[in-house]
């Protein structure tokens, strides 16, 4: 399964390379995609140097501040338009350290076995498994309704 984690960032040169390596070792069969909102900092230019060093790494570079959430769906679109299996958000500022852990990719699903129509599809028992806040628009936990919509 191909698995693309995004990583929103806005002025986190001090942690980004940091983050990406440690995200290396380890998910190192995993891409990863900084989604950068133009920072000031120089985040973006960080990342694509250690993006080069590592590899499977690329950086999209926003035109300006436009938020998380919409950073999320930015890295998610190119994550499907690119054909990922899975796709995985995380923090960039190294807030949510456990030394140690591995990010748990939960439950996937391929296009196949996507509802095809959500209305008249059964709750998924599984929610935290495959979407998240980013494609909910009132935040938290999605729908399964919104779930399909997002993919």
């Known amino acids: 399964m191909r698995t693309l984690v995004v990583l929103p960032t806005y002025q986190e040169a001090e942690n980004i390379a940091e983050v990406l390596r440690r995200l290396r070792a380890a998910a ?13 900092d120089g985040t973006a230019a960080v990342a694509k140097a250690v993006g080069h060093e590592l590899e499977g790494i690329d950086v999209l570079v926003r035109s300006g501040k436009s938020g998380l959430g919409s950073a999320y769906r930015a890295g998610f679109a190119e994550g499907l338009s690119r054909g990922y299996d899975v796709l995985v958000e995380m923090d960039s500022d190294l807030s949510h350290d456990r030394p140690g852990s591995r990010p748990s990719y939960g439950r996937s699903r391929t296009a196949s076995t996507w509802p095809s ?12 498994g495959r979407c998240t806040a980013a494609c909910s628009p009132a935040g938290g936990i999605a729908t399964p309704a919104q779930c399909w919509a997002c993919r």
């Open 28 to 40: 190192p069969g995993a891409d990863v995609l900084v989604v950068d909102d133009s920072s000031p």
């Open 117 to 128: 129509d959500p209305a008249t599809s059964p709750a998924d028992p599984y929610p935290t």
